[in-house]
Structures are given as C-alpha cells and as structure tokens.
C-alpha cells in the first residue's frame, strides 16, 4: 500500500552508479555499492576520476536519503499505520546502523587519499571541511547508541501526535483546538487552554522518561567521542564552525537588552486593548479588540490556490516552483487524527523535488507556514543542478532558516490575496509581533538546552527550576498563578528539545538575516529578491558568513545587530493601522 501523497518521481538525473532497479531496504543489496567504491578509490590516478568517485558516492547517498525521506514522510502521515511505522523502524533499526559504518570508511578512505589535496579550491573547501568533521567525531561504538536515540525520537511522535480531547461532544486533535483560543469568548478560551493543558499534563511523566533516556544516551555519545558534555560535542556534530555557546549566550543577553522591552510594551498594550488588569496564557492569540478570528482559508485547496497567487506576484521563478510541487502532489497540508505535529519541508534529494508537510485547520498561522515551508522548498530547487549532494541537501541550519523566514516577511507584502486590507494590515500586524515575542522564545529554548546539556545529574525539579528562571527571563508579563505545573512543562509541546537537540537559536540567527533581507526589500526589491535567490543557488558549498554576505546580510547577533532590526519591526507596527 502506497501511503505517501505522491507517486513515482523519477531520479532527476539518470543514475550512472546505482542500479535502476534496487530494494534500498535490503543491506544485501546495499552493501555491494559499498563494496565497490571502497576498492576503486585507491585506482582514481587523476583528479577527474577522484571527482567522478565522488559524485558516485554521492548518487548513492542521494538514493538512500530519498528512501528514509519516503518512509519517514510516509509515517510522520500516519503516526496510526503500522505498517508505515514498521517501514521507517526497519530503516532505522536494520539500513542506518549498517551504512554508518560503511560511510565513515568512505570518508577516511576520501581524507587519506593521495589526490585530495590537489582538488580545486574554493571548489571543495567545505566539503573536506566537513568530512574531516565526520571522520573526527564518528565512533562505532555510537552508531547503536543512535540508533536508540532515533527510535525514542519517534515515540515522541507517536505520543505527541495521538493527544486528543473531547470538547463539546467531539474528538479532537490539540492542533485542531488552536484555533478556539483566537474566540473573543473569554470562558471558551480559558476552557480551551486548560482542556489542552491538563491533556499534556497527563503525560507529563512520560514526555519525562522520554526526555531523561534521550539525556542519558547524549551523554554517552558525547562521552564516546571524547567529549565533557553534550553541548561541546554537538557544537561540533552541527557544523558550528562560526560561532560558540559563548555567541550564544550573547543573544541570549541581546534578546533580553532589545527585544524584551519591545514584548512587555506590546503585552501591556494587549492588555489595555482587552481591557483586562492582567494578561493570562489564554489571553496572547485573541485579537485585542475581540474581532472574530482571521479565516484565511476554509478548505486547503484554497489556501494553496492563494498562496500561489503571492508567489506569482512576487516572483515567477518561485511560482513555477510551488506549481510543479501541486502539479506532483509534494503537499500534505490538512491536519487530521494520527498526523505527527508541525510543520516540515522534506527535500526527496535524488528527485531533487521539496515536499512539504503542515497541519493547517483554517489559521493565520496557516498562512505563515505554507511561506515559511515554501521558502525551504525554493532553496531545495534553487540547488537543485547541484550535484555533489551535501552542497545540495545540507546547507547551513542557519542559512536554510533565512530562506524560509525572508519568504514569510516578501510573502507578506501580498497578503490581500487571502484577506480584505483591513484584515491583510492586521495579519501583518500579528506576524510582526510574532517575530519580536518568537525571539524571546528562541532565546529560551535555545538557553534551556544549553542548561540541561551542561548540568549532567540534575534532577527533574532542577530542570524545572531552570526553565521557570528562564521563563521569567523571557516571559514577559503573563500571569500563570494557578497553572505553575503546567508552566512548568511548557517545554514538553518543544518537539526541537526531544529530537533536535540544540536546533533552536538557528532560527534566532535567521530571522536576523530574514530581516536584513526584508530591509534590503524595502530599499531595492528587485535587488533584495536577486542576492536572496542567488544565495540559495549556492546551497551550502560557501560557509555560512559567506551565504549570509551574498544575501546581502551581515552575519552577527549581538546587540549592536539586533537593536535596529527591533526599530525597524516597530517602526513598520506603527504604521500598521491597530484597528
């Protein structure tokens, strides 16, 4: 049974060195590809020859990325199937464990080689960089250790996306309550919030034991490999060549200098608007003056259809991209029961095709999801006559981050195609104070793990203390009182903190760069839109600050960076009319 949305996509180019037929489910039928690149690479006598070595190498890695892509978009579709869930375990469990070892040969075979020095450069810099990356930090000892980490990962989308409540009668889905807190019924809200957080509450001890066996198997691959804790050790995994914890906690403090002022003023305006003494947590979606919700959208099909609208508008590049994604079915967009939570885009890297998936039930945040995918899904087909594959499926966290958040600020310029411009200015308003409030909450995320990875032994009710200090850090001025436990495990619905530890302040170091792009826009767009996509076409063969300088950005996050970004997003506020 065939359970993803799309059909057969053919390989981009036809392959050379992987059979046309092949079970990339079957290590029998792997392992000989392996085989073979192993033996011819001491035989490449020239450079062309290393380098047509490597594109096999990479044609393989493609056809085996395509595969987990498939399975895990096939299962995160339907959390409930067994079968699909049985395909991605079998991966995971049988092909990954294998093929890491089989790649770290590969990479110290490729390091060793008589020929790899005189590569071009800048051509290959990268990518020897990060290989000698790979190499340094791989330990055999490690690959079952993350294998276990990778199944534990699941369960938590297993049991995240199986919550539901019974409100009124129906079954529904935690994202599908969503939109109940946009009401201007006050009571419905508050009956709404709490209804969803007693729901995760329940499975407070559990998203606990999850977490805590994660905690413990980091340790020990971090331990593994020679490492003192986990941060240092992912730091390097990550590729963070261009900056530390130490810049880190400078955004920390930047967000707490710049942007926290900007919070507090806009939750006491919010407050007046309601006219209420204080805010509480089911006050922060409701529009202020208790206009009905924004309904971009009924059914999906209509979401798309006027997203491709703004794409049209903005670029005919981009359109062409989103109307081949439609025309191949590379969109799962409705939420619906057994459906993994959130949002992601998935480049199928030998069809060099984007695939995006999302859970939108007729939300404004809807809208700023389907740019903010789109915006992955551009860079993925910017980068697509790439062919050496980690330049093509791994540019930098950061730099993907910019993609996709600058196409939610270009994107906004033509929001009336969704709503009326009352409406539309109103939607610009909530994205606007949407990305001063996620700065504060990228900054407690990301300072979050920085304390659970550098605090080994601590017990739960440290990591609780820690998140509640950091949450009166970066919380602003919400009154919690009755909902201290629940607030205290606000960071258990932070799906980045189970399964991607540390990818957090990626998109704190993007949305400057987002910015930075938007006010480049607003100078010269036609300027701002040809750097933006002349970055993505690199893909990631540049290292980050030099993706960041094409764009047309500078490649910092201290407070000298951030504070006239904070004044040109509240400048833009004032001239957004409040109502």
């Given at each position: 049974?065939?359970?993803?949305?799309f059909g057969?996509l053919?390989?981009?180019?036809p392959r050379?060195f992987?059979?046309?037929?092949?079970?990339?489910?079957e290590w029998?039928?792997?392992?000989?590809?392996?085989?073979?690149?192993?033996?011819r690479?001491?035989?490449?006598?020239?450079?062309?020859?290393?380098?047509?070595w490597?594109?096999?190498?990479?044609?393989?890695?493609?056809?085996?990325?395509?595969?987990a892509?498939?399975?895990?978009i096939?299962?995160?579709?339907?959390?409930?199937?067994?079968?699909?869930?049985?395909?991605?375990?079998h991966?995971?469990e049988?092909?990954?464990?294998?093929?890491?070892?089989?790649?770290?040969?590969?990479?110290?075979?490729?390091m060793?080689?008589?020929l790899?020095?005189?590569?071009?450069?800048?051509?290959?810099?990268?990518?020897?960089r990060?290989?000698?990356n790979?190499?340094?930090?791989?330990?055999?000892?490690?690959?079952p250790?993350?294998?276990?980490?990778?199944?534990?990962?699941?369960?938590?989308?297993?049991?995240?996306?199986?919550?539901?409540?019974?409100?009124?009668?129906?079954?529904?889905?935690?994202?599908?309550?969503?939109?109940?807190?946009?009401?201007?019924d006050?009571?419905?809200?508050q009956?709404?919030?709490?209804?969803?957080?007693?729901?995760?509450?329940?499975?407070?001890?559990?998203?606990?034991?999850?977490f805590?066996?994660?905690l413990?198997?980091r340790?020990?691959?971090?331990?593994?490999?020679?490492?003192?804790?986990?941060?240092a050790?992912?730091?390097?995994r990550?590729?963070?060549?261009?900056?530390?914890?130490?810049d880190?906690?400078?955004?920390?403090?930047?967000?707490?200098?710049?942007?926290?002022?900007?919070?507090?003023?806009?939750?006491?305006?919010?407050?007046?608007?309601?006219g209420?003494?204080?805010?509480?947590?089911?006050?922060?979606?409701?529009?202020?003056?208790?206009?009905?919700p924004?309904?971009?959208?009924?059914?999906?099909?209509?979401?798309v259809?006027?997203?491709?609208r703004?794409?049209?508008?903005?670029?005919?590049?981009?359109?062409?991209?989103?109307?081949?994604?439609?025309e191949?079915?590379?969109?799962?967009?409705?939420?619906?029961?057994g459906?993994?939570?959130?949002?992601?885009?998935?480049?199928?890297?030998?069809s060099?095709?984007?695939?995006?998936?999302?859970?939108?039930?007729?939300?404004?945040?809807?809208?700023?999801?389907?740019?903010h995918?789109?915006?992955?899904a551009?860079?993925?087909?910017?980068a697509?006559?790439?062919?050496?594959?980690?330049?093509?499926?791994s540019?930098?966290?950061?730099?993907?981050?910019?993609?996709?958040?600058?196409?939610?600020l270009?994107?906004?310029?033509?929001?009336?195609e969704?709503?009326?411009?009352?409406?539309?200015?109103?939607?610009?308003?909530?994205?606007?104070?949407g990305?001063?409030?996620i700065?504060?909450?990228?900054?407690?995320?990301?300072?979050?793990?920085?304390?659970?990875?550098?605090?080994?032994?601590?017990?739960?009710?440290?990591?609780?203390?820690?998140?509640?200090?950091?949450?009166d850090?970066f919380?602003?001025?919400?009154?919690?009182?009755?909902?201290?436990?629940?607030?205290?495990?606000?960071?258990?619905?932070?799906?980045?903190?189970?399964?991607h530890p540390?990818?957090?302040?990626?998109?704190?170091i993007?949305?400057?760069?987002?910015?930075?792009?938007?006010?480049?826009?607003?100078?010269n767009?036609?300027?701002?839109?040809?750097?933006?996509?002349?970055?993505?076409?690199?893909?990631?063969?540049?290292?980050l600050?030099?993706?960041?300088?094409?764009?047309?950005?500078?490649?910092?996050?201290?407070?000298?960076?951030?504070?006239?970004?904070?004044?040109?997003?509240?400048?833009?506020?004032?001239?957004?009319?409040?109502?």
């Amino acid at each position: 049974m065939n359970l993803l949305p799309f059909g057969n996509l053919p390989a981009y180019k036809p392959r050379r060195f992987v059979p046309a037929q092949i079970n990339l489910g079957e290590w029998t039928q792997i392992e000989p590809l392996f085989d073979q690149l192993e033996a011819r690479a001491p035989q490449c006598a020239g450079v062309p020859e290393l380098e047509r070595w490597l594109l096999d190498w990479s044609e393989l890695n493609a056809a085996l990325d395509e595969e987990a892509s498939r399975r895990y978009i096939a299962m995160t579709c339907h959390t409930d199937d067994a079968e699909a869930e049985n395909a991605y375990l079998h991966l995971v469990e049988h092909i990954e464990p294998r093929a890491k070892p089989r790649q770290f040969r590969l990479e110290k075979v490729f390091m060793g080689h008589p020929l790899r020095a005189q590569l071009p450069l800048p051509r290959y810099e990268v990518f020897v960089r990060d290989t000698r990356n790979h190499v340094e930090l791989f330990r055999e000892k490690n690959v079952p250790l993350e294998t276990e980490e990778a199944k534990l990962t699941q369960q938590y989308q297993k049991l995240s996306g199986s919550l539901t409540v019974q409100f009124r009668g129906e079954e529904k889905t935690l994202v599908q309550m969503g939109k109940f807190l946009e009401e201007p019924d006050r009571a419905l809200r508050q009956e709404t919030w709490e209804l969803v957080a007693e729901r995760r509450l329940r499975e407070r001890e559990k998203f606990e034991d999850q977490f805590e066996q994660l905690l413990k198997l980091r340790e020990r691959i971090a331990n593994n490999a020679g490492f003192a804790d986990y941060r240092a050790y992912a730091f390097r995994r990550m590729g963070r060549f261009d900056y530390t914890p130490q810049d880190c906690a400078r955004f920390h403090d930047a967000v707490e200098q710049e942007v926290m002022p900007a919070v507090r003023e806009l939750q006491a305006e919010r407050r007046r608007q309601l006219g209420l003494e204080k805010l509480r947590p089911w006050d922060l979606q409701v529009d202020p003056f208790n206009r009905p919700p924004l309904r971009p959208f009924e059914r999906v099909e209509e979401m798309v259809a006027r997203s491709q609208r703004i794409f049209d508008r903005l670029d005919g590049e981009l359109a062409g991209g989103f109307r081949q994604m439609q025309e191949l079915r590379l969109l799962d967009l409705d939420n619906r029961k057994g459906k993994a939570p959130g949002g992601y885009q998935s480049t199928l890297v030998e069809s060099r095709l984007p695939f995006i998936f999302m859970n939108a039930v007729g939300l404004q945040r809807d809208v700023e999801t389907i740019l903010h995918e789109a915006g992955h899904a551009f860079h993925a087909l910017a980068a697509r006559e790439e062919d050496l594959l980690p330049y093509r499926s791994s540019p930098p966290i950061e730099f993907c981050e910019v993609a996709s958040m600058s196409m939610e600020l270009l994107g906004n310029e033509f929001l009336e195609e969704f709503y009326s411009q009352p409406d539309a200015d109103r939607a610009r308003r909530t994205h606007l104070e949407g990305i001063v409030s996620i700065l504060a909450w990228i900054a407690t995320v990301d300072a979050f793990q920085h304390w659970i990875y550098t605090h080994p032994g601590h017990t739960r009710a440290e990591r609780a203390a820690a998140w509640m200090a950091l949450m009166d850090r970066f919380g602003g001025d919400v009154d919690w009182s009755g909902y201290e436990e629940a607030r205290a495990h606000l960071w258990h619905r932070q799906l980045h903190i189970f399964i991607h530890p540390f990818y957090y302040i990626e998109y704190g170091i993007a949305q400057l760069g987002a910015l930075q792009v938007w006010a480049n826009s607003k100078r010269n767009p036609p300027k701002a839109l040809a750097d933006y996509k002349k970055a993505l076409a690199l893909g990631g063969s540049r290292p980050l600050p030099e993706l960041f300088t094409v764009a047309g950005c500078r490649f910092e996050f201290d407070a000298k960076t951030i504070k006239p970004l904070v004044v040109l997003v509240r400048e833009a506020l004032a001239k957004v009319p409040v109502k």
